[in-house]
């Protein structure tokens, strides 16, 4: 049966870096003959320019119907005056709640050819790999009540950091299993010596990881494993935490790349249909210039080959694909050590031909 894929280009550099993936999407849907159905549409601050809202009726309707979610990126200047609701940033909150997608996986992981571009000395980043598990639709971003009192004396503002059993159990299974896959251990992030959400919070995971007696459970305050990203990031496999801790910490992790262009993500729904971003932003800056990386975008397109489209054959030709480019000495704007670079809309060629030849 086909397999669905929208792609949801939105603003900034997620138009160039969508084109760049697009070119490797059209690439491999010959060469491995994939039964792929392919739309695009708009969304974000390009999305509220055209229909005066940054996430449409039918670019909803279309998400939920879709395997796999390809997102670039939105937001930018041009729309930072606008009212919460109709900010491009919105679309991506309704997206990842109204889609259910609550489990967000944010790999960072470095290769080694690139240890110059990291802020941290090569003998501390050196092979870093870790994975960052996010709750995505839950926590403080969505909890009730929230708001800002401005007819009293004096005026304030609160938001509410929630979670129930079944929330923190179906992140905590994702995060255990990904732990499985990979090299066992496990590190919960919460800060349960101040609140109430976080005790909660460890008091689920102690419990569930009684299931998984392979897998070596630790538990860091937020602050300390903030600190400790910085310190020693190789004591780290998988890290499993809140919205608001997985925000900030997955933040952290790829800056340590020093290559956030490089980065890709998935959020998935129980079902692992997903939607797949790059972890870096719109770069209002160097939009439109061919200047963006577009790897994390193409590195996105695999984990949507691999989680939510069956075909993790094809995934593993795109993760070979990119190493190869990196050791080749082939670089971006983002990651070159001098004026010698490629430009976005030279990338995908490159790649393209690399699984060609092999
Ligand atoms: C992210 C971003 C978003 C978030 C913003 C743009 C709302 O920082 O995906 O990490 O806070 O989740
Ligand atoms: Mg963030």
Not at 232 to 261: C, K, R, Y
């Amino acid at each position: 049966m086909s397999k669905s894929i929208l792609i949801l280009p939105g603003d900034g550099i997620g138009q160039e870096v969508t084109t760049s993936m697009v070119e490797v999407l059209n690439f491999l849907i010959e060469k491995y003959c994939l039964d792929f159905v392919v739309n695009t549409m708009s969304v974000g601050g390009t999305a509220y320019n055209e229909y005066g809202t940054p996430l449409p009726i039918k670019v909803l309707e279309k998400a939920k119907e879709s395997d796999a979610i390809l997102f670039g990126a939105v937001g930018g200047t041009e729309w930072d005056h606008l009212d919460w609701d109709d900010r491009p940033e919105n679309a991506l909150l309704s997206l990842r709640k109204e889609l259910n997608l609550f489990a967000n996986l944010r790999p960072a992981f470095l290769f080694n050819e690139l240890s110059e571009a990291s802020p941290l000395k090569k003998e501390i980043i050196n092979d870093l790999d870790i994975l960052i598990v996010r709750e995505l639709t839950g926590g403080i971003y969505f909890g009730e009540p929230r708001g800002i009192i401005s007819n009293e004396s004096p005026k304030y503002a609160f938001n509410t950091m929630i979670y129930n059993e079944d929330e923190i159990r179906r992140i905590a299974k994702v995060a255990f299993e990904s732990a499985q896959k990979r090299n066992g251990r496990l590190c919960s992030v919460e800060k349960a010596n101040v609140l109430e959400v976080s005790k909660f919070w460890r008091s689920i995971l102690t419990e569930i990881s009684k299931d998984y007696p392979d897998v070596e459970l630790s538990h860091q305050l937020a602050d300390n494993a903030a600190m400790q990203l910085v310190l020693d990031p190789n004591q780290f496999d998988v890290i499993v935490a809140s919205n608001l801790f997985g925000d900030i910490l997955s933040d952290i992790a790829a800056t340590l790349t020093g290559s956030i262009g490089m980065l890709p993500s998935a959020s998935l729904d129980s079902s692992l249909k997903g939607m797949y971003e790059p972890c870096h932003g719109s770069a209002p800056d160097i939009a439109g210039q061919d200047l963006a990386n577009p790897i994390a975008m193409i590195a996105s397109l695999s984990m949507a080959l691999k989680y939510s489209l069956g075909q993790e054959h094809v995934s593993d030709k795109i993760d070979m694909a990119i190493s190869s480019f990196i050791k080749k000495g082939y670089r971006t704007k983002d990651i070159a050590i001098d004026e010698n670079y490629l430009k976005t809309s030279e990338v995908a060629n490159k790649l393209i031909t690399t699984i060609e030849n092999e």
